[in-house]
């Protein structure tokens, strides 16, 4: 059965620091996974998708993730963080029905 | 433009007072999904159908109930809400077929049950 995992339900990066958000899922089949983000009162809006064409995808706002086979893992980077990523990101996975993570809230500090 | 719209973005009520919230998609999907989120609880699936007609149960469908009798509509019913129904609610449109699925989400209906 297919889950995901992210790692740690709020993180803390300076104004300009790398951002990492870590996701590990398990998938009985080769997945397709998705980086979600949701603003303050707002809905989820895609980020980025892996779908097998590359194993490093890249995605608006300047993220991207790395989809890595050996580690079951898709953590979403960007190299400097600003202010107006502060807000909630989702992992999910999907074998036909999508299974959400529990969210990362991350939080910007100046 | 492509949009899933969702009515109310805000409710309050009481107890046992029926209420429905609408949801309406304009993408032709077949695929749509009710999903709840509470905080620390991520998204959770209530109740999804695969085409007019055709609704299944998700992971938490208690107290709930929903119907597809047209393609683009997709109502979430709350015959009688209880407190523990408060929650952020979210209806999903999902195009499908090809290699995977994508999922379009409304902007969410933040329900209070008193």
């Known amino acids: 059965a297919q889950s995901v995992t992210q790692l740690g339900s709020h993180v803390s990066v300076s104004e300009g620091a790398l951002v990492l958000l870590r996701c590990n899922y398990s998938?009985?089949?080769?997945?397709?996974l998705f980086w979600y983000v949701q603003y303050p009162n707002q809905g989820l809006q895609l980020l980025l998708k892996y779908t097998s064409a590359a194993t490093l995808v890249k995605g608006i706002n300047g993220f991207e993730a790395e989809f890595k086979k050996s580690e079951t893992s898709f953590h979403l980077t960007k190299p400097s963080a600003h202010m107006s990523d502060a807000a909630e990101y989702f992992c999910?996975?999907?074998?036909?029905?999508?299974?959400f993570g529990k969210g990362t809230r991350l939080h910007i500090l100046p | 433009e492509a949009q899933v719209t969702q009515n109310p973005r805000y409710l309050i009520t009481v107890t046992g007072k029926k209420l429905t919230v609408t949801c309406s998609q304009n993408?032709?999907?077949?695929?749509m999904s009710w999903y709840r989120q509470d905080p620390g609880l991520g998204l959770r699936q209530i109740y999804y159908s695969m085409n007019v007609e055709v609704t299944d149960k998700g992971d938490v469908p208690e107290g709930y109930k929903v119907s597809r009798k047209e393609k683009r509509n997709f109502p979430l019913i709350l015959e009688s809400p209880s407190p523990n129904q408060t929650s952020l609610y979210f209806c999903?449109?999902?195009?499908?077929?090809?290699?995977?699925?994508?999922?379009?989400f409304g902007p969410g209906t933040r329900l209070t049950v008193l």
């Open positions: 998938s009985s089949v080769p997945p397709y």
């Open positions: 999910a996975v999907s074998e036909g029905k999508i299974i």
């Open positions: 999903a449109s999902t195009r499908t077929g090809g290699l995977y699925n994508e999922q379009f």
């Open positions: 993408m032709n999907h077949e695929y």
